[in-house]
């Protein structure tokens, strides 16, 4: 039985397509945004050489790496953590991080992101 009657049973996104929106890694592509019965979203995002420092207060984020220059990594609190395709990082709110290294990340947030919970370290 569906839970709600009123919502379709599925919603597909082409990653691909989304409009790119600029953030401290690099660029995003973010999907189920405005889905009220989702808490969270999901974010397709091509880091950049010029990655900055930054933070949230409520946002839990978990990388997942598809694809990176061999000497990536992430930076979190201070602390250098080498990085390769296929491994997933989970990012408490508080944790400063920043991502080293141009890499194709895709990123599951909860709750859903907020741009006013991203603060600059």
């Not at 929106?21 to 397709?44: E, K, M, T, V, Y």
């Not at 050489?49 to 990594?73: F, G, P, R, S």
Request: charged share 20%; net charge negative; aromatic share 6%.
């Amino acid at each position: 039985m569906d839970p709600n009657p009123h919502l379709p049973a599925y919603e597909l996104v082409d990653l691909a397509k989304l409009p790119p929106i600029p953030c401290p890694c690099g660029i995003a592509r973010r999907a189920f945004i405005d889905q009220a019965d989702f808490p969270a979203s999901i974010h397709l995002t091509q880091i950049t050489d010029a990655a900055v420092a930054h933070y949230h207060k409520v946002t839990t984020e978990v990388y997942v790496v598809l694809e990176c220059q061999e000497d990536a990594a992430l930076e979190l609190n201070g602390e250098r953590i080498p990085l390769k395709p296929m491994q997933s990082v989970l990012i408490r709110p508080g944790t400063i991080h920043r991502a080293i290294g141009k890499m194709k990340v895709l990123i599951v947030a909860q709750p859903t992101f907020d741009p006013s919970d991203e603060f600059t370290a």
